[in-house]
């Protein structure tokens, strides 16, 4: 009982981390329409740009966090008006093949500039908590804290701003939104800006449970993808609930399979769900 | 000077691979519309299969099975050809993105299983001794018969493409991948003609795995980079010209020729950042292919291009009838 | 002095021309109907206004304004509003949340246009907090209109505002249409329905294959034979 609990306490913060990174890419694909293959890789960019503040400036990571963000959202925004944005003409596909260019180079940047070994914000073991036999880390509180505060602020700008509406209403039609009179290209950067900045925060959030490598951000990929598609694609809430689901579900396999395939199972509810149910297990929206 | 003849053949033999991978993407993307990013992991397949039926027996992993290399590159086919039929039952009624999330996917696990599943893959140490075609005969010097075996398989299957392409069926796959709902409305099972495709890419895929091991003799997860892989391949079939398999052929030499040559130029950097020259060099293709999607998106020779030579050379034919 | 007028234009999709001359003008105040046979263009006119077909030859004026081949933010701008036929409110939004979405480009207080639509409409009031895509294909068509009145346009344009609704609910529309006309807001509209448009509208043009083939007004075009015989089934 106490094994399930401790596994129900990784997987949520796991999950948290994973939301974090499948709403940002469940809101992009819902108004650009294509799946964002470099989403991963923005997650490796966040963390690495709060390293860079970690270390020239010798702060703690939660100062350097929104940093980080910012950095990330930026390049985020740029990498959109100068690749993707003369793409959009095209079919969605072009955009798909481009962010995997798009991935392959954010990586291998990374690479380059820092190596390929890991990396930590700080060094030496944080002791864990002990509470009623069950270990928590305060990193974990962080995380799952930061998650819950983040979906709040997301929920609330979504619902309660103009371009949060106009988000929502680019991702119901967007080609209804432009003769509306909406500014399309200046929701698309807000896109960018808020997808690419919970992607740094999940990076970040993820460097802190573990450490900085290059891949790490790839690595998730496909947990986030499967998350968004539990959640049914262009719903930012389905892929909140895809994310804890989907780091749950991995934790609790650990028992019964080598950790190293925690994606395969990803993987494996994913296809589940695309056979019983395609438009995700939440109600789904019509495609 | 005979070093560097060698180099050539051997060089070109690796190109003839990337060519066959080129072709299979073609039939999958560029005649179909179908985006498939685990390349790598159907290409790995195949030669990790082949690589346990032919080569010795040996403790290091399961299987050394002793088969003849023919045996090999059959099964390398088949088993790609199967586990692209499962992903594609799947994925291809849904919607096309599904498809390409679905392949990493395939490709992930792949990938796992290659470095965790020492038993059966030799794990992270790779699998040796991988037997090489007509090393007894030629005494040692078997590269120029591997590349005449190559070119002739290259040559079945461009052929095999090019009839396929003008066939009925080719038409079918272009007219699901321009405007389904006509496809649909005429009575063709789309999604049928889709996994068709999908199957008959993954299965060329699993051959080119598999005559990469054999030329090889050893392979490792290292070898199978399987985004490295994958991706070198998009690059050259979208710089060829998708939808145009001597595009795809040619996008395979002028692409490695480019990645080779960035290996040159990185050779030249710093020892210190010598480590690190695999990542420029990626940056420099992903550069080329951005550039390329913005600027060429139709590649050095386009679909349209063989469009209106078929046209030409029918309306010869209507000619002389 | 015309509000809008779109002289001889040339356009279409790609290298076909669907429009081969159209001329039409709207005067402030006026109801206008376009009919004509399916594939006529009567659509496709109404979109190369708004910006979403490309013209080719001939321009389009608003206002003394040339606004030929505008982008169609720019048009709304410009003070046109456009209610397209089909899929024409953001389902997943409120009611309300969709009409303030008719106010995007807006950066004053908004609030007496909205109060406006809600009193043209009070059903609208009354679900203003549903999701527009849970209401009926009367009320979507509502919805959509009075995001269109959110910018207090000088011009609505309507592509075919009855297009699938239950026959009680046609009058229902047509009304509806003439309550905004009442407000001072003009109105260029492409119907099916068109012995009704027609009854309703102060002018008409009848398109074919492209080009003007009648113009008039509405009750003349009702009554000429000619036209009676090819649209209003006799």
Known sequence: ?287 | MLGLIDYAIFSLCIVGIYGLLSLALNIQWGMTGLFNIGIGAFFAIGGYTSGILTSPETTAHVGGFGMPIPVGLLAAMVLSAAIGLLVGLVTLNLRADYLAIATIGIAEIIRLILQNEGWLTGGVRGMANIPRPFEQITGGQFEWAFLVMLIVIIGVVFLALEAARTSAWGRVLRAVRENEPTALASGKDATRFRLEAFVVGCAIMGLAGALYAHLFSFISPEAFEPMLATFLVWVMLIAGGSGNNKGALLGALVIWAIWSGTQILTGYLPAELATRAGALRIILIGVLLIVLLVTRPEGMLSEESDRRRDRRREEREDLKD | MSLLSVEGIYGGYGDVDILNGVNIHVDPGEIVVIIGPNGAGKSTAMKAVFGLVKVREGRIVYQDKPITNLRPDQVVKSGICYVPQENNVFPTLTVQENLEMGAFIRNDDYSADLKKVYELFPVLHEKRRQQAGALSGGQRQMVAMGRALMLDPKLILLDEPTAGLAPAIVDLMFENIKKINGLGVSILMVEQNAKQALAMSHRGYVLTTGRNRFEDTGKNLLANREVAEMFLGG
């Open chain 1, 1 to 287: 009982m106490i094994d399930f609990l401790q596994l129900t306490i990784y997987g949520i913060v796991l999950g948290s981390i994973i939301s974090l990174g499948a709403v940002g890419l469940s809101l992009i694909y819902g108004i650009l329409r294509f799946p964002h293959f470099a989403h991963g890789d923005l997650f490796t960019l966040g963390a690495y740009m709060a390293f860079v503040v970690v270390v020239f400036f010798n702060v703690p990571v939660l100062v350097a966090l929104p940093f980080g963000v910012a950095l990330t959202a930026l390049v985020a925004v740029a990498i959109d008006q100068t690749v993707y944005r003369r793409l959009r003409k095209v079919k969605p596909v072009i955009l798909l093949i481009a962010s995997v260019g798009i991935a392959l180079i954010l990586r291998s940047v990374i690479q380059l500039v820092w190596g390929s070994g890991n990396r930590v914000y700080e060094a030496g073991i944080q002791m864990p908590h002990l509470w009623m036999g069950l270990r928590i880390q305060n990193d974990h509180l962080i995380i799952v804290g930061g998650t819950i505060l983040l979906v709040i602020a997301l929920h609330l700008f979504l619902q309660k701003t103009k371009v949060g509406k106009a988000m929502r209403a680019m991702s119901d039609n967007s080609d209804l939104a432009q003769v509306t009179g909406i500014d399309v290209n200046r929701i698309i950067i807000w896109t960018w800006i808020i997808g690419g900045g919970l992607a740094a925060v999940a990076g970040i959030f993820l460097a802190m449970d573990t450490r900085l490598h290059p891949v790490m951000g790839w690595r998730l990929l496909l947990p986030v993808f499967a998350a968004a598609i539990l959640g049914g694609i262009g719903r930012p809430y389905g892929a909140i609930a895809g994310g804890i689901i989907i780091g749950l579900v991995q934790e609790y396999s650990t028992p019964f399979l080598s950790p190293a395939y925690k994606p395969a199972i990803a993987f494996a509810l994913m296809i589940l769900v695309l056979i019983v149910r395609p438009t995700g297990i939440f109600v789904g929206r019509k495609v």
